[in-house]
């Protein structure tokens, strides 16, 4: 890589975030297409936030993704919020426009264009498990495709509804419905479901488990998890066993970050490129 002082700033700042592939991901695409980017990786304290946005914007950075645990606090330090990033209440991308921090949520287009690479949205029932930022993501991104209804589960009822009555005041046209995890309105929605989402950790490499019982899936129901490591989680495989089509989350990280990546850079990088990046990372 040939830095310069010419060369621009972009990166992630998150707590943790070494385990990051954004990295990797962004900085062998600048450098395929040759442009004089780099893209770094901030382990910032919660408390560190605001100073953390303030020295960025100071620093003259282009921009910069956000990861967890900051997506909702930071919202608080932007100046401008993209109506996405509004309806959804967290950020993922911040751009710096005129001395302006503009954030936007990349992971609702990110994670419609990868499902509707396999289904059209439109019209479908879709149930999604979780109610924090990924789920919120995800919904809001299947109410843009005009998927209804729209079914939300959640370990805590109060979450669930506070996600539902917000997807009611964005997206009046669309029915929502929500429940708690465990009990028989919850089993109703998965199964009166086209397309199950899992947007919790649940599954994740080191935490087992599924978030939902598999038993309550139908052979022929879209099964994806945000999840994509492992690239098939429990969840996954005992969907696939029952005859349900799946998909994991890699499609949707490369694409949330493709976006990002025009968004600073004004080019459109190659998804195939960047998956193809994630991959090998994942391997290794
Ligand atoms: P978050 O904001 O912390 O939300 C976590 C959600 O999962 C909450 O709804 C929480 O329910 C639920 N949950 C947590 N532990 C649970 C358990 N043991 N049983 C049942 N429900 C549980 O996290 P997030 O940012 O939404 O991330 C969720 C997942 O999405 C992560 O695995 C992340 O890797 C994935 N993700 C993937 C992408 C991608 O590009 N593929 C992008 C973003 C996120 P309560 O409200 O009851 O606590």
Known sequence: MH?????????????????????I???????RLGLDFVYLAWEVRPEH?????????????????VTVPHKQAVVA???????????????????FEDGRAVGYNTDAEGWREDVET????????????????AARAVAVGAAQA???????????FETAEALGELLRHYFPHVEVQWSSLCGNHCRELVRSAQVVV?????GMVGKGGTPIPTQWLIPGQFVYDTIYTPAETQFLREARERGCHVRNGLGMLVRQGAKAFELW????PSLENMEQTVRKALAT
């Open 3 to 23: 830095i310069t002082a010419h060369t621009q700033m972009v990166g992630i700042i998150g707590y943790p975030v070494r385990h990051s592939l954004s990295p």
């Open 25 to 31: 991901m962004h900085n062998s695409e600048f450098q």
């Open 49 to 65: 936030i605001g100073n953390a946005v303030q020295g960025l914007k100071a620093l003259g950075a282009r921009g910069f993704n």
């Open 77 to 95: 330090e932007l100046d401008v919020l993209s109506e996405e990033a509004k309806a959804i209440g967290a950020v993922n991308t911040v751009r």
């Open 118 to 133: 396999e289904v059209p949205l439109r019209g479908k029932t879709v149930c999604v498990i979780g109610a924090g930022g």
């Open 146 to 156: 005009g998927a209804s209804p729209l079914l939300i589960c959640n370990r805590r």
């Open 198 to 202: 899992n947007a919790t950790p649940v």
């Open 265 to 268: 850079t004004g080019t459109a």
